[in-house]
């Protein structure tokens, strides 16, 4: 599906981890999802990053929620994320965030979450409380209002848009 037909692809009240993720890192990108363009599928850090997501804990179980596919739930209940960047950023926290939402919803009592980043041997919790899910339903609306809007969010300054896979579609790289 072209970027430039129209509606979203998907339903947007139905806001994922991957939604929230690229809200955070370009409300550009989100937009751009949303309506099918995904140049994400052929890029190779991208499929490193999921050869690093299937070897890492191969006894993990993932909680499929539909709208959102966590990595794993540990007792408690602990939201995990793995992640094969060697740099911690707002958007993954603000995904487990999401996730623990989105549980919580469905009348799971969620404990907080932990994001996992096997290639530095660093792990960062994800607290979960008042403020955590105010900020959760926040970050969500503002999907929401990007995803329904019908002109593209301006790009990011290019020295910012480095490394994003879809570097080709907004500046013709
Ligand atoms: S290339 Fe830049 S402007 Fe385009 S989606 Fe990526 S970060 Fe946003």
Redesign the pocket.
Known sequence: MSPDSGLPADDESAVGGVHIKYLV??P??LW?YARGYRPEQRSDLVAFGEVVDDTTFTRRRDVDLGEAKIDWVTTGAVVHETKSSRAPAPGHTAQVRHYCLLLERRGVNVRGGVVHYPLIRRTTDVAWDDDARAEAEDTEAQAQAVIAASTAPD??LRG??RG?S??D???GD
């Open positions: 890192h370009c550009r990108q751009l790009r990011l910012k848009c994003c879809y570097l579609y907004c500046w």
